[in-house]
């Protein structure tokens, strides 16, 4: 998809909503993580999905039979697959949203466009924004969507449960020396994650330190000159066989060759959790920690086994999708396309591209 037809997308911040509420319920007024003012129904029923990292924070929470709607890319976990979709993050249909008759619409600030609000304002249908940069920002929002979904108690037990996971990993990599860590969102041109995405504080939280926390954006390019003056030690990629090349494509890189991940084979596919801020987040974080401290990680959940290197022509990863059980992965044909045309022009549907 060309850079002049993707369609640019602002935070709900910028909106003026003045929302009405379904008729028949009553209604509170709340202030969401957008700062907005949102005239919210007591006990939504109805609810609609409008990106991937809610519709599993739903599910998790145990309110999956209140969806009524998602997304084309709200895939995890496989019940969502089988809810109405509305169409993409970034288009959503409103006379699909509007069929579905919903009580309220759950969006990200960073993903929806400002058109989807406003048209959601015009027919009167309330929506409550999101907006995630870091882990403590996703558990902020499992705890909010529980106090709006009438969940509260199970949020806490979930959130208590994520952060425990969370220190586990923080004490295990304590004090260990921290490997430089470049994180490829796109290979061509290289494009990586900046300091102020939820990318870069996983990084940082499982022991490693990210060589573009320096560079503005939250998507910037990266020269290959620069990459060689940082060096990294270990080189990420997102999971799927169209996000990450082979081995032998990367060595025939220009320069690449002479970077020292890429000498020592240090090059690993990671699940695409770590795009999402919902509970899975937690998943990416233990795979990052278990790939940059193998030694200290021993044992733990997400184990070196789940997160491949590079092979020579292919490969296929295996990530943990959950605190005890393991399967294969690998992004569905919608995801792919969606998630490459976003990079390709410097947007990832959670983050307007800098």
């Given amino acids: 998809m060309r850079r002049s037809l993707v369609c640019r997308y602002f935070p709900f911040l910028a909106v003026p909503l003045c929302l009405c509420v379904a008729s028949g319920l009553r209604a509170r ?61 970034l288009n959503p249909s409103l006379e699909k949203i509007v069929a579905l008759k919903p009580d309220l619409v759950l969006g990200i600030s960073e993903g929806n466009r400002i058109e989807t609000a406003d048209q959601l304002q015009r027919v009167g ?13 996703t558990l902020r929002s499992i705890a909010d969507l529980g106090r ?16 425990a996971r969370i220190a586990e990993v923080e004490r295990r990599v304590a004090g260990a020396p921290r490997p430089k860590v470049l994180f490829v969102v796109w290979y061509q041109p290289l494009t990586t994650a900046g300091a102020h995405t939820f990318i870069s504080d996983v990084i940082h939280r499982a022991g490693g330190v990210s060589v573009s926390d320096d560079l503005p954006g939250d998507w910037p390019r990266l020269s290959l000159e620069a990459a060689l003056d940082r060096n990294p030690d270990v ?11 082979s081995l032998n494509d990367i060595r025939r890189l220009p320069g690449w060759r002479d ?30 920690a278990a790939v940059l401290h193998p030694d200290q990680m021993k044992g733990y959940t997400a184990r070196i086994d789940d997160c491949r290197k590079l092979s020579v022509v292919s490969y296929q990863l295996s990530v943990a999708v959950g605190p005890r059980t393991t399967g294969n992965w690998q992004l569905t044909t919608d995801n792919r396309r969606f998630l490459q045309s976003s990079i390709v022009n410097r947007q990832f549907f959670f983050q307007a591209g800098q």
């Fill in 29 to 89: 007024v709340v202030t969401d993580e957008t700062g907005r003012r949102v005239n919210l129904p007591d006990h939504p029923q109805r609810l609609v999905s409008l990106a991937p990292s809610i519709t599993e924070t739903i599910y998790a929470l145990g309110l999956g039979d209140r969806l009524v709607g998602d997304t084309d890319y709200c895939d995890y976990p496989p019940e969502a697959k089988l809810k109405p979709h509305v169409g993409n993050v």
């Fill in 125 to 137: 249908i309330p929506i409550y924004g999101l907006t995630d940069h870091t882990l403590d920002d």
């Fill in 148 to 163: 709006v979904l009438d969940a509260e108690a199970a949020a806490d037990a979930l959130g208590q449960r994520l952060r």
């Fill in 235 to 245: 080189i990420l990629f997102p999971g799927g066989e169209s996000m990450a090349p």
């Fill in 259 to 288: 970077l020292a991940a890429v000498k020592h084979d240090r090059l690993y596919v990671v699940s695409e959790s770590i795009i999402h801020p919902s509970p899975r987040l937690v998943d990416a974080l233990e795979q990052v």
